[in-house]
């Protein structure tokens, strides 16, 4: 594990990014799983704790879901990337179990663009989506950019299309993307830059 500027030390909030890796949850405790907190540095857990900073997950990833997760002590600056009259961009990359042709890659972009009816998903019931910019990768990985933050919602979408998601990753949130140097499991301090720049 990694990250920039060993003393972020001083700061009044923590700023994280991440490369989540698939196989982790993001949450504080799991019987299960391991968990994403066990991959940030120890002495930034010890600097949160002597200070009484929470330090949380700005929204979620799935378990089997990599890429970009940022972690935070400012709850204000979660809430504004969470609310989602704010339409906040997230880019995922998706390889899928089917092959589409081309000429359903087309109706695939339509059908996003114009949003689609999500299936039902454990205790989800079947949702609207919002628009979403779909641009394909090869016939089965494409690019997925949604501004709404619905239960697996990029699975869903694909689900409606009768096509199933077998690896999924996010590779940007608003202006923030992932870095190609941030391997799996590494995280390191954003920036002040990054941190003014992000909405």
């Not at 077998?166 to 941190?195: A, F, K, Y």
Request: with cysteine.
């Amino acid at each position: 594990m990694r990250h920039r500027n060993k003393n972020p030390l001083n700061a009044k909030h923590i700023y994280l990014m991440m490369n989540k890796p698939s196989g982790y949850v993001c949450s504080t405790v799991s019987d299960r799983s391991p968990v994403v907190f066990n991959l940030v540095p120890e002495e930034i857990k010890k600097y949160c704790l002597e200070n009484k900073l929470n330090l949380h997950t700005v929204g979620r990833l799935d378990k089997e879901t990599g890429g970009l997760l940022i972690l935070t002590t400012d709850g204000d600056f979660s809430h504004k990337l969470m609310i989602p009259e704010n339409h906040i961009s997230k880019v995922y990359e998706t390889i899928l179990s089917e092959a589409v042709s081309s000429v359903n890659q087309r109706i695939y972009i339509e059908e996003f663009a114009k949003g689609v009816m999500l299936p039902p998903d454990k205790k989800f019931p079947q949702q609207q989506s919002r628009p979403a910019k779909l641009v394909w990768l090869s016939e089965k990985k494409a690019r997925l950019t949604v501004t709404e933050g619905k239960f697996h919602e990029v699975r869903r979408m694909f689900a409606a299309m009768k096509n199933q998601v077998v690896e999924l990753h996010r590779i940007s949130i608003s202006s923030l993307n992932l870095p190609e140097n941030l391997n799996p499991g590494e995280c390191r301090i954003l920036s002040q830059w990054e941190i003014q720049h992000f909405l």
